[in-house]
């Protein structure tokens, strides 16, 4: 009976897992690639809790399905960091390709000329629908990144996506602020200190939109004036919350969150608004200091990127500034290097 059931889940993509017995301690989550739930065990307390729950799922070996390591490889996505974009796309990709393969493949017989088959497929097998040559390399990607996964976990003895080459599309390199904008901007932005500390965060600190909106008072170190500190946390959903990183801002920075912090008052959140809120401020010194160009938070930041390059920051160090991951970096490094670089 029980053999007859562990078979009829696995003919349509649930992944074996071990019997469970609901209380108010387990939660259910449904199955990637069907409609019936996998028990995981729910955290006492979701909010001080580091990791995702864990699924409990029997080990992977090189006969288990594609449909049995969806789940283990969102696991592993989670407890990498990876973004809540990333994983949508990587779990979608596993989809794709597993339609394409079969569901019930054993990892350990898939070959480097199957995912070329299927690569070749998404590219030239639909009239009038190729993807975007930034898609197909994020698929490559997904590619290299589950199969080197099941290697490194000892479930497959040799990846077939080894020498498969990521070929990434350049995109075109923004159009950054010279020197005298910037001081234009920073001239203007003198006149409000919220708009002022904003600029100091992304132009000397070099932090993503995301990070400005997660900055608490609390994360800012003004025990030495003349060398204030901040300190980005990663969020504890990211699986990263013990890791963070030390960015050291003019000395001027200290007596701007003074002005902004008597003005504004802020009490925990340093900007208690929304992202939209950001841009407006933004654009609002923009206009006022006569830049034409079309700028951005993303824009301030390529430009702090630069600038340290320019300086003789090492690409290694500047992409730890930046807080960006190893496959993150390869997009940007050589953006950032063509722009510093220039010939």
């Not at 010194?285 to 430009?303: E, F, H, N, P, W």
Request: overall charge positive; hydrophobic content about 35%; aromatic content about 6%.
């Amino acid at each position: 009976m029980e053999q007859d059931t562990q078979h009829k889940n696995q003919s349509i993509g649930v992944p074996n897992t071990t019997t469970i017995v609901p209380d108010d301690t387990t939660v259910l989550q449904s199955n990637l690639f069907a409609d019936t739930p996998t028990v995981i065990v729910k955290p006492t307390d979701p909010s001080e809790t580091p990791f995702p729950p864990l699924v409990r799922t029997h080990p992977l070996t090189d006969q288990s399905s594609l449909a049995a390591c969806a789940i283990p490889y969102q696991q592993e996505l989670l407890l990498r960091g990876k973004s809540n974009y990333t994983v949508i796309c990587f779990l979608s990709d596993l989809r794709m390709f597993s339609s394409f393969i079969g569901l019930d493949t054993p990892v350990g017989r898939i070959t480097k000329e199957q995912l070329t088959d299927w690569l070749m497929k998404l590219k030239f097998g639909n009239k009038g629908q190729t993807p975007a040559p930034k898609t197909m390399a994020r698929r490559v990607t997904f590619l290299k990144n589950f199969f080197t996964w099941l290697a490194r976990e000892g479930i497959i003895r040799e990846d077939p996506s080894s020498s498969l080459v990521l070929e990434r599309p350049l995109p075109p390199l923004p159009e950054l602020l010279f020197e005298d904008e910037i001081q234009r901007l920073l001239g203007v932005a003198a006149e409000d200190p919220r708009c002022q500390c904003l600029l100091y965060l992304v132009l000397h600190a070099g932090l993503k939109k995301e990070e400005v909106m997660g900055l608490k008072l609390s994360h800012i170190d003004l025990s030495d004036q003349q060398s204030p500190m901040i300190t980005i946390h990663f969020a504890p959903s990211t699986g990263k919350q013990h890791r963070e990183r030390r960015l050291a801002l003019p000395s001027e920075f200290s007596t701007v969150l003074k002005e902004y912090q008597a003005k504004h008052h802020p009490t925990n959140e340093l900007f208690d608004c929304t992202d939209r809120n950001l841009n407006y401020i933004l654009g609002r010194v923009v206009k006022a200091a006569g830049i034409q160009k079309r700028v951005t938070l993303q824009l301030l930041r390529d430009t702090f990127a630069v600038r340290q390059l320019k300086a003789g920051v090492t690409p290694e160090a500047l992409r730890e500034k930046l807080g960006l991951s190893d496959e993150a970096w390869l997009e940007s490094r050589e953006k950032y290097r063509r722009l510093a670089f220039a010939r």
